[in-house]
């Protein structure tokens, strides 16, 4: 009894440390300029403003970075979610040649910084004209290595009797991969769409790197606009990232079944 209660107390000291800075950053959210400024931080804002988040869309056009994000979060997810699932079955069940070296060549790749990658990335979207534009922002990232093995690790272990026994009922490999392996992948599908998206939709510093108008801005290089020269409006920034924050939140907890459920399973297998 006294272990379980030990056990309960560093959990909750966890979530408590954990929830602690989100909870500041809605309180920050809803201070006054003068406030946010003040030589000790203040916990609790005497009078909420809560037309610091109308004022988001007066000061820079933050309308155009949701819809920015969601377009480009949404559009790459879905590439993954398309693209990653059937990589990883042709890895997973499929005898090739050199089929081990180009899986082992393909997780090399998780080892190239991005930073290396970058440059090349930029010269080529320049080339083509994909500058400050969404093909720009989501081209470069509709497959993910890390996605691929995730699939693969997940669909390695399906039976073969199931993908033999539905080739024998005359089924395509279309149809063998829609039927049969994707419903048995859900889970790691929500896992896999939850990373991505969470991923996308705080991803900094290729969306800096590719545009070059704030129309075009997603919301985590939206909010720069709100440092200035020599202070930062902190009480700005605070509702912009609570406004970031919002979705991911929603996401996970549509998508927490089967989340800890792929989470389980994988550590099972």
């Known amino acids: 009894?006294?272990?379980?209660?030990?056990?309960?107390?560093?959990?909750?000291?966890?979530?408590?440390?954990?929830?602690?800075?989100?909870?500041?950053?809605?309180?920050?959210?809803?201070?006054?300029?003068?406030?946010?400024?003040?030589?000790?931080?203040?916990?609790?804002?005497?009078?909420?403003?809560?037309?610091?988040?109308?004022?988001?869309?007066?000061?820079?056009?933050?309308?155009?970075?949701?819809?920015?994000?969601?377009?480009?979060?949404?559009?790459?997810?879905?590439?993954?979610?398309?693209?990653?699932?059937l990589v990883g079955y042709v890895f997973a069940k499929f005898r090739f040649p050199l089929r081990n070296t180009l899986f082992v060549a393909l997780l090399a790749t998780l080892m190239v910084p991005f930073f290396v990658r970058m440059i090349p990335l930029y010269v080529l979207m320049a080339n083509m004209g994909w500058l400050n534009t969404y093909q720009g922002l989501i081209t470069p990232f509709l497959m993910d290595a890390f996605g691929i093995f995730l699939m693969r690790q997940f669909i390695q272990p399906i039976p073969d009797d199931l993908i033999s026994a539905a080739r024998i009922d005359g089924a395509s490999e279309l149809r063998v991969y829609w039927s049969v392996i994707l419903p048995q992948t859900r889970p790691a599908l929500a896992v896999l769409g939850l990373f991505t998206f969470v991923f996308q939709w705080n991803e900094f510093l290729w969306p800096l790197v590719a545009t070059s108008t704030p129309e075009m801005r997603t919301i985590p290089v939206g909010l720069t606009l709100f440092n200035q020269e020599y202070f930062t409006l902190w009480h700005l920034t605070a509702a912009g990232s609570v406004i970031l924050f919002v979705p991911t939140a929603v996401l996970f907890v549509l998508t927490q079944r089967y989340f800890v459920r792929g989470i389980a399973l994988t550590g099972l297998k």
């Open 1 to 85: 009894m006294l272990r379980k209660a030990l056990l309960y107390t560093l959990l909750g000291l966890a979530s408590l440390i954990t929830v602690v800075p989100l909870l500041y950053m809605l309180s920050l959210s809803l201070q006054t300029e003068a406030e946010t400024l003040a030589a000790e931080a203040v916990l609790v804002p005497e009078s909420p403003q809560w037309g610091n988040y109308a004022e988001l869309f007066v000061r820079a056009p933050f309308g155009n970075f949701i819809v920015n994000s969601l377009v480009v979060a949404g559009a790459i997810t879905l590439a993954h979610l398309v693209f990653d699932p």
